[in-house]
């Protein structure tokens, strides 16, 4: 088996993959810094779907869900677009908790582990 790795730099890769398992990176905003977490959200999942019809997979082969607030205050926020974009008939496993994030504009990471 080989594995494959999607958009690597020095530091990390977006995705690896090995096995028929896709293991991402921690998606994070880029345009939406000073949006609330609601519009956060709805930009990493964006990314995460990009990144997934990028190596043939879609949001129902979702595995694993790992999500990271900086605030759980905004964790309905977080739902909300989560339950909008989520594949209902095949959702993922998940867990949310409070982190300190890497930048402090942002207010979510999230992680995830797909079938390809």
């Not at 999942?45 to 990009?50: A, C, F, G, R, V």
């Not at 905004?74 to 594949?87: K, P, S």
Request: proline share 4%; aromatic share 8%; with cysteine.
């Amino acid at each position: 088996m080989t594995t494959k790795r999607i958009h690597p730099s020095e530091r990390f890769c977006e995705v690896s993959i090995y096995n028929g398992i896709a293991y991402f990176a921690g998606q994070v905003p880029e345009e939406t810094l000073k949006k609330d977490a609601y519009e956060q959200t709805k930009e990493v999942l964006s990314l995460i779907d990009k990144l997934l019809a990028e190596i043939g997979s879609h949001k129902g082969n979702i595995l694993n869900a790992q999500i990271f607030l900086a605030d759980m205050k905004d964790y309905e926020q977080l739902n909300q677009a989560w339950d909008e974009w989520v594949d209902r008939s095949n959702p993922p496993s998940r867990a949310t908790v409070e982190a300190k994030l890497a930048v402090p504009e942002w207010k979510v990471e999230i992680v995830i582990t797909a079938a390809v």
